[in-house]
């Protein structure tokens, strides 16, 4: 879930690199979120309530900060990336 209503997936259209999507959790609307600042296409993700999307992209870890869903590396803007393929949350 990415907010009470929308979910976060991973998806792309024909012909197009993948990218995360936002859709109403009725399937009446969907959103793209902007790949910007990703090392590529995202591969994975992990969403939750309250926190913030999560994606594997070009063998590291990224997570989306901001309304705009900017994507910076989890380490932090000034770190190097974390290598992963597997976002997940732990609770």
């Known amino acids: 879930w990415g907010d009470q209503i929308q979910l976060k997936l991973v998806a792309a259209q024909p012909g197009a690199e993948a990218q995360v999507w936002s859709v109403y959790s009725d ?9 910007t600042d990703l090392p590529g296409p995202p591969r994975a993700i992990a969403a939750a309530l309250g926190q913030s999307a999560v994606v594997w992209a070009g063998g590291s870890i990224w997570k989306a900060v901001g309304a705009d869903n900017t994507w910076v590396s989890l380490a932090g803007t000034s ?12 609770f």
């Open 27 to 35: 399937g009446y609307r969907l959103e793209p979120v902007p790949n």
């Open 79 to 90: 770190a190097s990336p974390i290598t992963g393929t597997n976002p997940v949350y732990v």
